[in-house]
C-alpha cells in the first residue's frame, strides 16, 4: 500500500496494492476524520489504523461510496463509528452482503465479516459530521446509490468508483439504463463548481484539468459503446478483467431492446 499523502490540506490519500483502490482521510480539525472506502487488505486497515494513530487521528464517521465489496471494509482496529451510505446503496449491500463476503474472502481473505458493509443509511445533501463540508453527489452510475463526497473548502472531490485514470466506466448491467444511469451521473459530476483534485475509486489523485479531460474520455468511452465505433481508449490496455468487463458491456449494449 501507498501510505497517506496529503493532496489538500486535511486530506489524505492511501492506495492499496489491490486495484489501486483509495482510501481517503478528511481530518475535522480536532482530532477526529471522516474515513471513506478504508481498504483493502486486512494488512493495509491495520497499517492505516496504526498510521491514523500517529497522525492523532481518531475515526469519528465512515463513508462507503457504493456498495461493492472493495468499498464496504471496516476494521476493529478503526474503532466503532457510525459509518454511512445512501439508502439505495444500504439496501443493495444489505441484500447482497453473502455473496460481497464471497467477493471480500477471494481478493481479500481474512477479514471479519461481521463489519463487512454494516452501513448505516444517510438520506442527506452533505455528511453530518463535526468536519468540513462533506456534500454529497448521489447518482446511480456505475452502482445503485452512488454517493460521491465534494469537500467545498479544500476543492477534494472523492469520485468513487468514477473519473479514474486506469478504468474504463464500468456501467451497472443489472440495471434498466446502465447507460443513461452512467451518464447522469458524470452530469452531475460534472456540474461540481470548484473542483481541483479529483480522487478516484481506483487510480490516482488528478488536478482540475485532469478531471475534465477523465470526464471527457468517459463520456468518449460511454459514445464508442452506444454507437458501435471502435474504441481507442489507453485504459484498455489494462489487465485482463477489465478488458473482459468491457466485453460483456459491448456485448450488453450492443443486444436488440436494451
Ligand atoms: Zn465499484
Known sequence: ??????????????????QLTTTTVVADGDGGCLLIDPGVTVAELAQLAADLRDLGLRPTAGWSTHPHWDHVLWSAKLGVVPRYATPAAVAVAKAGRAELAREAQRDAPGHDFRLLARLTPLDATAIGWDGPE?????????????????????GVLVAGDMCSDVEIPLLDLAAADPLGDYRAGLERLASVRGVRHVVPGH????????????????????????LGRPFSDPRLRGPQWLRDAHEEQVRHVGRPGS
Not at 446511480?140 to 473548502?153: E, I
Open 134 to 154: 462533506a456534500r454529497l453527489i448521489v447518482h446511480d452510475g456505475h452502482a445503485p446509490g452512488h454517493g460521491a463526497v465534494f469537500l467545498p473548502g479544500s
Open 1 to 18: 500500500m501507498r501510505r497517506l499523502t496529503e493532496v489538500a490540506p486535511g486530506v489524505l490519500v492511501a492506495t492499496s496494492s489491490f
Open 203 to 226: 487510480g490516482s489523485v488528478g488536478d482540475a484539468d485532469e478531471f475534465r479531460r477523465r470526464l471527457a474520455a468517459d463520456a468518449s468511452y460511454l459514445d464508442a459503446l452506444m
